[in-house]
């Protein structure tokens, strides 16, 4: 598959998987799974053939693991980033003392006013690792990435989560916890 099929196809996944999967007669069921032959057959109605073995690079050729095929490769979902109604059925965890979150330099008076809030999704999400915030942060524009206390706000009661793509998952992040880097 080449690259510009590669990154439509991707897309194209995400609002699916994540947004609106009624778009193509989809139900997300608890995991936010589907039956990858009912995604196939409603992307081919959509105008998006797509084969098994193409559906299957797309997983395996995101560089964010965004996808998730299940053990008897049956069923598929996205990670996280859903907007659309989903018990994700993911536990809670214990975070490393500090995680990351790029964002754009235009966004900052903002998040330091009221926080990092996630908006239409279910969860902020937030990196392990200061580059991969600092390449999501600067997707449309110049970059900032915040140093999230993690650490005191797991102390404090907050609740995180791990997706299964190692993106940490917590319902907001007040100002009080966040720092530059």
């Known amino acids: 598959m080449d690259e510009k099929r590669l990154v439509r196809t991707s897309k194209f996944l995400s609002k699916v998987l994540r947004h609106r999967p009624e778009e193509l007669g989809l139900a997300l069921m608890p995991g936010g799974w589907v039956?990858?032959?009912a995604l196939l057959a409603g992307s081919a109605r959509k105008g998006l053939p797509m084969s098994r073995a193409e559906l299957?690079?797309?997983?395996?050729?995101n560089?964010?693991?965004r996808f998730a095929l299940d053990e008897t490769g049956t069923l598929i979902r996205a990670q996280q980033g859903h907007s659309a109604p989903v018990d994700l059925e993911l536990e809670p965890a214990a975070p490393p003392g500090t995680l990351y979150h790029g964002t754009l330099e235009r966004s900052l008076p903002d998040i330091l006013k009221s926080g990092l809030l996630k908006?239409?999704?279910?969860h902020v999400h937030l990196s392990s690792e200061e580059a991969a915030a600092r390449a999501v942060g600067g997707r449309r524009g110049q970059p900032v990435v915040l140093a999230v206390?993690?650490?005191e706000m797991c102390r404090d009661g907050w609740v995180f989560y791990r997706s299964g793509n190692g993106v940490w998952l917590v319902d907001r992040v007040p100002p009080?916890?966040?720092s530059g880097c």
């Open 35 to 37: 039956e990858v032959d």
């Open 56 to 61: 299957e690079e797309v997983v395996a050729r």
């Open 63 to 65: 560089d964010k693991r």
């Open 119 to 122: 908006m239409r999704r279910h």
């Open 149 to 151: 206390d993690a650490g």
């Open 176 to 178: 009080r916890y966040l």
